[in-house]
């Protein structure tokens, strides 16, 4: 019996230890640097020559929205146009869905659990699937592109038609992004024989967002810069994001970082979701969430199997634009487990490999563009992304990892910056370590043209408080050092509630970002965490000599 319970504490230790927040307490700058060291094998190299700013702000703007974006009607149903997807009302919109599945966790009832999720995403996608050759079934819907028709009675619609300078390209975001490069060519082509000479302009500015950064990689790899004044990449999944490439690749499962210090790192939460997200950091920092989450992993084991069968690969992953969006290193692992050897899959998967061709190129696409037209990149950070998969406790703007969205800036661990004796990973003249030494940007690919945004959610934020004027019309020098009102590091203010449009944050605003130090009750708390965390370990002792 003795033996036993030694077994049963040393097993609980060990539970402890691995899946903890703070033994970290201690082990945080060792920790740290193996990551570092792990992350920076995949940095790019330096040594781009950029093209010499001149003001293009005279050209049209046209912006590129992400995915989940636009409304989708069905041509063909016995109401004539009826809607069958519209954003607004989608996923984390669904109330009653979303419901169901909290309904289902707090009961513990796993069966009813996976129903809950699939019946979520059915609601969302179910009439707009794809088959899975990645074609749209016959008779099935169209987009609904106009950007207006959604917006409503926001003042932004205004500025979305030629006369306001500005326009709006949508697309049928389920489809092959390389599809959709064609509609973006013909798009621009269009535009500028049809208004070109009336207007005074032969090019446009594009800023390409979240979901469109692959049509925009396939663009670029076809037509070049030809028809291009000018380019912003703005929070995209270029190179994809690890949230939807572990679901891609089945690595279901809470992740405890991601949900204990997810919740404090975000601007914009309300008084009940701040009190929620102290108790879960609490409960992270103490080992809790760590046990309780692999726990619920464990028993939802089964039910994570239904949801990617039934759910996910039916629903998301038969669409090709969703599969240009899983990383390039867990790319062979989701296809080999979406698709097998099926060969009614093949369609669909010469598609997707056709874009991870594209993107092994990206590095050499995005540098000869920088190197004929202003390039810059926006990337958020301050959270972790959504806790919905295994190893999402990484910077992000909950949705794309900052690493990814920056094209190779090092990240810290949210909640743990670099230790003080890190040093920027490429030497230089310039200091690139963000002022909260959460982020490194020297060994981004265009570390002088990308920008970071702590705290910015992603979404359809585009002008940036007033950057992007300047960015458009700055001569000689555009880069991070050129201005010091739009620093390479910012900080974002969301806008009061009942502002926010479509889920966006449209009217947020950004000040430079200043190191800040800590106030007497971050001391406090800091403090409380780690007492805790040391009294678990004192109160296990006493349970091995029973």
Known sequence: MKSTKRIFCIALAALFLFGSGTVAVFANEFLLEEVVLLEEELLLSQGFAPVAGKDVSQYPVIFMAGSWHHLFVNEHGPEARQT??????????????????????????????????INLYERAYGAIAMNPDGTCPLGNVSADMPLSRMLGNNPVK?????????????????????????????????????????????????????????????????WGTKNLASLVINQTMHNGTSLFGGMAAGRFGLDAGSLGIGGLTMGG???????????????????????????????????YERFFEEGLKPLLFHMPNQLAMIPTEL????????????????????????????????????????????????????????????????????????????LGAITATPGMPFNSRYVQAEAGARDYISPDRYIDASTALLRDYTWFAKDQPHGGIWKYDGWYQWWLSAEGDHSVWANAKFPQ??????????????????????IPLEAEEPGMIDDIMLSGLQFLSIMRWLLLLPLFWM
């Open 489 to 510: 590091y910012t900080q974002c203010i969301m806008p009061p509630e009942g502002s926010v449009y479509f889920g966006h944050v449209g009217f947020s605003t950004f």
């Open 158 to 222: 205004d500025a979305m038609f030629l006369d306001a300078h500005e326009m709006y390209f949508g697309y049928d975001w389920r489809a092959d992004p390389w599809d959709n490069a064609q509609r973006l060519h013909d798009f621009i082509e269009g535009l500028i024989a049809t208004h070109g000479e009336e207007y005074g302009f032969d090019k446009v500015n594009v800023q390409t967002v979240s979901g469109s950064g692959p049509i925009m990689m396939c663009y670029l790899d076809r």
């Open 269 to 303: 939460l309300q008084a009940a979701q701040m009190d929620a997200s102290m108790l879960l950091r609490v409960l992270y920092e103490i080992g809790l969430l760590d046990v309780a989450t692999r726990i619920f992993n464990f028993f939802a084991r089964g039910a």
């Open 331 to 406: 790319y062979g692992e989701a296809k080999a487990l979406l698709f097998g050897d099926d060969p009614q899959y093949a369609p669909l998967i010469a598609r997707a490999d056709r874009f991870h061709e594209i993107r092994s190129r990206q590095d050499e696409i995005i540098m000869r563009a920088a190197s004929e037209i202003k390039v810059s990149v926006r990337a958020g950070y301050g959270a972790p992304l959504s806790p919905l998969t295994r190893g999402t406790n990484v910077q992000s703007d909950q949705l794309v990892d900052t690493r990814y969205a920056s």
């Open 84 to 117: 069958v997807f519209n954003p607004q009302a989608s996923l984390g919109a669904d109330a009653e869905g979303m419901q169901g599945v909290m309904d289902a966790v707090l009961s513990l009832n796993m069966d009813a659990f996976a129903d809950a999720l």
